[in-house]
């Protein structure tokens, strides 16, 4: 069974949204330590490398064409269908 907000305990650090030290800052220090976690984040991604980027594209693009091929068919045998049928 999950807790609802009237059983939970609350967490130590009062949560990442809960009202306390973040808004009682003032704007620029809140504003400063958003670029300093967004940048803290960027340095944790792992950046594709160049050829798995194109190699990742190919497969997208290619993807999305054998969708488009296969919508395109099934749209032109219903439209004949439709047609058969109420022409």
């Given at each position: 069974?999950?807790e609802?907000?009237?059983?939970?305990t609350?967490s130590?650090?009062g949560g990442?949204?809960?009202?306390?030290?973040?808004?009682?800052?003032?704007?620029?220090?809140r504003?400063?330590?958003?670029?300093?976690?967004?940048?803290?984040?960027?340095?944790k991604?792992?950046?594709?490398?160049?050829?798995?980027?194109?190699?990742?594209?190919?497969v997208?693009?290619?993807f999305?064409?054998?969708?488009?091929?296969?919508?395109?068919?099934?749209?032109?045998f219903?439209?004949?269908?439709?047609?058969?049928?109420?022409?």
């Amino acid at each position: 069974m999950t807790e609802t907000r009237e059983n939970a305990t609350p967490s130590p650090g009062g949560g990442a949204r809960g009202a306390g030290a973040s808004e009682s800052k003032p704007l620029p220090a809140r504003i400063s330590l958003f670029y300093r976690q967004v940048i803290a984040e960027l340095r944790k991604v792992i950046w594709p490398t160049r050829k798995e980027l194109v190699t990742y594209t190919t497969v997208v693009i290619a993807f999305v064409l054998v969708v488009i091929a296969y919508v395109s068919v099934l749209d032109f045998f219903f439209a004949k269908a439709i047609l058969s049928i109420f022409g």
